[in-house]
């Protein structure tokens, strides 16, 4: 399967220059060594094993890890620019030299067992029906460690048969579309990248490994925003010469 954005919705694609990744993995890596005294400083072991090594039992303190983690990369790193230069090819292709790019660094991080996994659900609404999600795992993740996606057409049959009352509960429409879903093998250095109207989501990590995943957001910046505040969800990431001539002009 070759899944494309236009007939899925969805498609994995390949970095064309990793090396600001690399870096992003490794500090991540050096900060967690550093704050468990750990001798190995290996990225994907640490981060693979995160909740041995820092001893995580509730989600409560996987939470706290995870900010404490983008606190510490907050002035540092700035993900849309990290993503964007590692899959920007395929994101100009799909939205244009006119960008805006979600303003906040987002981690989603999920230990073995836990009950923080992502219901199915749509991003859109509230999220803008012409935003693109570019979700990039720091490790190789598989089974249920991955996400799943319902492609295009699967998606809109079972949106029009859930707003028409088609199914008598909630887990009749989660088994349907669970049946449909494709779920991904996905390793580090390659993005899956979606349009927000996807059902989509993630099981309980039944691995024994953890995972890492950057997500980040695009839309031109002309189209519309969504339910979302343009001034305190996006930032203006990237201008055409020609809009930079109009925004310009002296007359
Ligand atoms: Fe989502």
Not at 67 to 88: A, C, M, P, R, W
Request: glycine share 2%.
């Amino acid at each position: 399967m070759n899944p494309s954005i236009k007939t899925h919705g969805f498609k994995i694609i390949n970095s064309n220059e990793i090396n600001e990744l690399n870096n992003l993995k490794r500090y991540i890596t050096n900060f967690l060594s550093n704050k468990f005294k750990l001798n190995n400083k290996d990225p994907d072991d640490v981060l693979n094993n995160i909740h041995n090594y820092a001893n995580l039992i509730t989600d409560r303190q996987a939470n706290d890890l995870v900010l404490e983690t983008l606190k510490e990369l907050s002035d540092k790193f700035d993900f849309s620019e990290i993503v964007y230069q590692s899959f920007g090819e395929e994101i100009r292709n799909l939205l244009g030299p006119d960008l805006h790019a979600q303003k906040n660094n987002n981690i989603v991080f999920q230990s073995p067992n836990s009950n923080r996994y992502s219901e199915l659900h749509s991003d859109a609404p509230p999220n803008s029906e012409f935003e693109l999600v570019v979700w990039v795992p720091l490790v190789n993740c598989y089974g249920t460690k991955s996400f799943f996606m319902v492609p295009l057409e699967d998606s809109f049959d079972l949106i029009k048969k859930y707003k028409s009352k088609n199914f008598s509960n909630w887990n009749e429409f989660k088994s349907k579309a669970l049946e449909k879903a494709n779920h991904f093998e996905i390793n580090y250095s390659q993005a899956l990248i979606f349009w927000t109207g996807m059902i989509h989501g993630s099981l309980e990590n039944k691995t024994n490994e953890s995972r890492w995943c950057l997500n980040v957001r695009y839309k031109n910046l002309f189209a519309p925003c969504g339910q979302h505040d343009p001034l305190t969800y996006y930032r203006i990431f990237r201008k055409s010469v020609v809009t930079d001539l109009a925004l310009s002009k002296k007359w």
